[in-house]
């Protein structure tokens, strides 16, 4: 009997020291695929993938770097996308921020290689130019019940703040119950002053992280669009669903707005994954929500989308962890139990 999915690619921050080796323990049997990107990055005078995920010591200053961790991200995603089990048939695929260009890839609207072009390309110009940074911070509870006034307080803060001479903040990414913002070191440095720290953690900035889907990154948006060709892009092979929420269908694509958008709104205005996980299951109403690996951190932000949704009745955390021990909604490849049930 077939399982249809959604699937859903991680963005930066999902490589991390548990995640060292992934490429080997799971993907022995890609060599080929995992040579061309090791080509590709030989060529271009930087450290392979394979050698990168074979290394003995994980660093967070090297892991998280944009040239680094991008890179593996991909390759480690596009392989789990490759390896589900043959029952699963995949109905849409979108992504996370930087998990947008993986999600190309994954849905045949650029191939593996010419993915791998555009991140290592975009993951090498954020590094070299590192442009502001990023923060995060939750508005929902614990509970992960939706609290629309917490939030919409929080974002006047960040309009008020924003307005001040000097400070730039804005929203990069709305995370299921958390905001990503983002902006210069005046603007992060104002909110955190500002807010109380919640869970011992938050607000709580990301290494190596540039202040992506912001205006602040109009450079890096106008030399990918110099570097990287319209060409590349073709008709995706399944439904892939941006960070508007917008559908872009087989067969029905405008392949030069495709590019446009990736280059373009993608880089310097908002990403709401929110949004694209709930217009997957609206649109889509999969059996399953599988997040293909690096890592499993984005599967929070994926179960609080769903019960921001009210997804068959997912009215809480609670509600949403009972569903899943008694029939799984979501899958993270990264968690070896949750992997089991959705490869071969």
Not at 51 to 56: E, I, K, P, Y
Not at 184 to 191: M, P, S, V
Not at 208 to 234: I, K, S
Request: aromatic share 8%.
């Amino acid at each position: 009997m077939t399982r249809t999915a959604v699937l859903i690619c991680p963005g930066r921050g999902t490589y991390n020291k548990a995640e060292l080796g992934y490429l080997h323990r799971h993907h022995a049997d890609k060599g080929a695929l995992l040579a061309e990107f090791d080509a590709q990055r030989a060529a271009a005078g930087q450290e392979e993938v394979t050698s990168l995920d074979g290394a003995t010591r994980f660093s967070v200053s090297k892991y998280s770097r944009g040239d680094v961790a991008s890179p593996l991200i991909y390759a480690s995603a596009l392989a789990d996308a490759r390896s589900l089990a043959e029952d699963i048939e995949v109905v849409a695929v979108t992504g996370n921020s930087m998990g947008w260009y993986i999600a190309l890839a994954a849905a045949g609207a650029l191939s593996a290689a010419d993915g791998f072009t555009v991140v290592n390309t975009m993951g090498t110009l954020m590094q070299e130019q590192l442009i502001g940074g990023q923060l995060v911070y939750p508005f929902a509870g614990a509970d992960w019940r939706n609290d629309p006034q917490r939030k919409a307080e929080l974002l006047a803060l960040v309009a008020e703040i924003s307005g001040r001479a000097g400070h730039d903040l804005a929203l990069s990414i709305d995370l299921g119950g958390m905001l990503v913002l983002a902006g210069n070191e005046a603007g992060l440095a104002a909110f955190e002053v500002a807010v109380p720290v919640v869970a011992e953690r938050f607000p709580m900035r990301l290494a190596n992280h540039a202040a992506f889907h912001t205006p602040l990154q109009e450079p890096v948006a106008a030399e990918g669009r110099r570097r990287l060709a319209a060409e590349m892009f073709r008709q995706p092979d399944v439904p892939l669903i941006d960070g508007r929420g917008q559908i872009w269908w087989p067969g029905a694509s405008d392949t030069a707005r495709l590019w446009d958008y990736t280059l373009g709104h993608q880089v310097v205005a908002p990403y709401d994954f929110t949004r694209a996980v709930q217009t997957a299951a609206r649109e889509f109403a999969p059996d399953l929500f599988i997040i293909t690996g690096p890592g499993t951190t984005l599967g929070g932000a994926v179960g609080q989308s769903l019960v921001q949704l009210g997804w068959q009745g997912l009215i809480d955390k609670d509600a949403f962890q009972a569903r899943q021990t008694a029939n799984p909604l979501l899958a993270a490849m990264g968690d070896p139990a949750q992997r089991a049930l959705v490869t071969a």
